[in-house]
């Protein structure tokens, strides 16, 4: 039972590995094979796209609060990530330690 | 002299009073109508309401899922500021609605994604308080809904956990920008050709963009999802999201 369980985990932690791979290799096959491209935000085209469709369309509203500068913004952006990779990995952590206290209470007990 | 000056007042007005092209795959502040705005927000208002009904029930009945509950906010929020190159020379970011649509429901996922795109509005300029209803119905509600969906078809079909998980990842990152360029066609409809020249416009924009990006999000999805099997097995019986086969 114990093997049969350690075998699928060991299978789908080799399968989690070869897809992170592959989301990398997904991310950077455009960097490498398309040098000219300048990879702005698709918002922006969409944006251009609006102004041809309407050229008399002037945004009613602006953003109460922009960040300063390009950096600020990316600044903010590793803030949201790094706040949520940190929740993930403290929630992993104690998964983990918990799955590991459940097992070796389940062995202690067993033989009484 | 004189003209320089003015030409550097210019140049500042313009810099002051235009807003740049953020970099946001959401539609962007005050870039739809005032009806437009209006619509979109009382349309996602019910769903925010039932969701947080949910949510409200879920942790009640079972105050240990907190911690996943909040996994699967914290999934989002990594996932959507992960702005990727794309094989259109443009970039845009993954929703990661997936996940929390898989494990409490779609209603569940939609406040979630409310307080990621409330996030991103207010701190970010990315996004838009205006256009917060619109974002809300297509990232938060309208992909969840299509990743629900899917992923119980896949269920029911037998297919593997795995795949359901990829595919429901996939729809609904997807959706959420067919969506969006719905949400833009229809309040700007082409003078020539009218909504369906303007959603096919849109659609190319942001549609081809999104292909590799869902690919990605599904396949982090399925990450997440392996590691959860593993080490959450009970919450995830709790939540009745794991297939029979995981439980022999």
């Given at each position: 039972m114990r093997s049969f369980n350690e075998n699928t985990e060991n299978k789908r932690c080799i399968i989690n590995i070869l897809f992170i791979v592959l989301v990398v290799l997904i991310s950077v096959f455009p960097l490498v094979f398309m040098?000219?491209?300048?990879?702005?935000?698709?918002d922006g085209q969409a944006e251009g796209v609006i102004v041809e469709i309407n050229?008399?369309?002037?945004?009613?509203f602006l953003p109460l609060y922009e960040p300063a500068s390009g950096e600020i913004e990316s600044l903010l952006f590793v803030l949201q990530a790094a706040l949520g990779a940190g929740f993930i990995g403290y929630y992993l952590g104690m998964a983990k330690e918990r799955k590991h206290r459940d097992y070796s209470v389940r062995q202690t007990d067993s033989p009484c | 002299m004189m003209r320089s000056k003015k030409n550097i007042l210019v140049l500042m007005l313009v810099f002051v009073f235009l807003p740049r092209p953020?970099?946001?795959?959401?539609?962007?502040?005050?870039?739809?109508p005032l009806g437009w705005s209006v619509f979109w927000s009382l349309v996602s208002l019910p769903f925010i309401v039932l969701g947080l009904r949910s949510i409200n029930k879920t942790v009640h009945q079972n105050p240990r899922l907190k911690m996943l509950l909040g996994l699967a906010g914290a999934f989002a929020f990594v996932l959507s500021a992960l702005k990727l190159p794309s094989v259109t020379g443009s970039s845009s970011h993954p929703t990661g609605v997936g996940l929390g649509t898989i494990l409490f429901g779609p209603l569940a996922m939609s406040v979630l994604g409310f307080i990621v795109l409330i996030f991103q509005a207010v701190?970010?300029?990315?996004?838009?308080i205006t256009t917060l209803g619109a974002n809300t119905f297509s990232m938060a509600i309208a992909g969840p809904l299509v990743a629900f969906t899917i992923y119980r078809a896949v269920q029911k079909c037998g297919g593997k956990p795995s795949l359901a998980v990829f595919l429901a990842a996939f729809f609904g990152n997807f959706f959420t920008y067919v969506v969006t360029s719905l949400q833009l066609a229809l309040a700007f409809p082409a003078e020539i050709g009218g909504f369906v020249a303007s959603l096919t416009k849109f659609l190319s924009i942001f549609a081809v963009t999104q292909v590799p990006l869902a690919i990605s999000e599904g396949l982090l999805t399925v990450v997440i999802f392996n590691v959860l099997t593993i080490y959450s097995k009970d919450e995830l019986r709790d939540l009745s999201v794991m297939f029979e086969e995981g439980a022999k």
């Open positions: 040098k000219d491209a300048d990879f702005e935000g698709a050229e008399n369309y002037e945004p009613w | 953020v970099f946001a795959m959401h539609i962007m502040e005050g870039f739809l701190l970010l300029a990315h996004g838009g």
